[in-house]
């Protein structure tokens, strides 16, 4: 478990003391996620290698002292040494990054199958730690080819004395950060984007340059002139069209549901059952488009989320809100749509759907904090770091407003007829709460009829 941490000359006329100066203060802000050893490798633009290690550090001088005039690219690692890498008696030797044949690596994370990478491609380091195979692996594989041997988690950097004028950056899961400063001419990198910079103001951030996170599973490769940067994509998300759709079985969802079919989706519907005002009105609501879109349906019960209570839609002594909830989540379900959507990525991940699909739309997302696209986006990245299925969450209405919907529906020729979309169970729609104030207005600004009836 580590930081990682480097830069790339881009500007051979750089000064490489102020690239020292702001480097060893990243190295110093990784320490948060590393104190048993610290180390740097630096590269020459002729090719000489300085390494510099120290066991529990006290401080990073030792940073500027491996950056000299003429250094081209560097990386450096703070190490919190994990309990399965235990090492009684640790040397300079345990300290990374780790070299092999003028290739060096800096890693974070675990490398699972280590022992068996030893076997199989006759490796030798001078130490057990895991990340030791990385360099001997990549000097005799290349960068590609051995991370498609790794087992594991992983941010890594590579570096090679035979092209100094290149730097390596792959991961999984595990994050790197990426900071482009013209004025210093380096590219810069680290483990969290609070290592690349100091805190700063938003008026001193706007001035700064940007820190862009660089994308889960992939491995750039990046050269000094320009610089140039090539993005390999190492485990491309599903594209079987495995689609789990969250669907209410109002409105929103049903349209979500008919484009997904459309789009050549096998679409299984998944309603959460958590004892809300309407639960047999929905259930039924699921069901019968699920039978009109020739749609498996899943549900699955979430009791608990009604027991929470807190809203009127799971608490009758709360009374529910008129027209005025379409513009305010009077109705607010705490955390629901985080609720559903995280316990809907486990559903992916034991039964292999390879995307999510949400109804969310524009116009609630004025009203509801989890219906706007910032929050399904930051979802989908969730979904992407942090699954074993990694399915795309993909929210089709969600730039549009509620005629477009209705609109959206007659194209599809969605079974909106049959959805039920009142906070209210009883025989016909209310006509008063939010949901029915918006969907009643949307058909007529459409200019098509409601296929619902309603009390009023």
Known sequence: MCSISGFLV???????????????????RGAERGRDSAGVVAIDTNGAVRRRVE???????????????????????NRAEPTTEYVHDKTSEDAQPFGAEGVFVSHNGVIANDLDLRDRFALETATQIDTAVCAPLIARLGVRAALGELMGSYALAAIDAAHPDTLWLARNYKPLYLLLDPSLGALFFASRAQHLTSALDVASRLRAPAVIEQSPYSLLT?????????????????????????????????????????????????????????????????????????????????????????????????????????????????????IFTALAAGLCDRHGYDTLILGLNLEEGGAYPDNTMEFFESLDHVCNIGTMSRPRILSPLGSLVKREIVE???????????????????DLHCGHCGPCFMRKTAFAMAGHPDPVRYLS
């Open 408 to 426: 959206l529906a007659m194209e599809y020729d969605a079974p909106v007829h049959l959805s039920w979309s009142c906070y209210h169970g009883g």
């Open 222 to 338: 990046i050269e000094a002139d320009g610089p140039s940067i090539s993005q390999t994509d190492l485990q491309p998300r599903g594209v079987d069209k495995r689609a789990l759709v969250i669907c209410s079985g109002g409105l929103d969802s049903t349209v979500a549901a008919a484009w997904a079919k459309a789009e050549g989706y096998d679409v299984t519907l998944l309603h959460f059952l958590y004892s809300c005002r309407a639960q047999e009105r929905e259930r039924e609501a699921v069901e019968a488009i699920g039978s009109a879109l020739g749609c498996d349906h899943l549900f699955e019960d979430l009791d608990w989320l009604g027991r929470l209570g807190g809203s009127s839609l799971t608490d009758l002594s709360i009374p529910v809100a008129d027209e005025r909830g379409a513009e305010y989540a009077f109705d607010w379900v705490p955390a629901r749509n985080l």
């Open 55 to 77: 066991i529990a550090p006290r401080d990073y001088s030792f940073v500027r002292d491996a950056v000299v005039a003429h250094t081209s690219v560097a990386i450096a690692n």
């Open 10 to 28: 881009v500007d051979q006329h750089a000064d490489r003391a102020e690239i020292a100066r702001v480097f060893q203060a990243m190295v110093g």
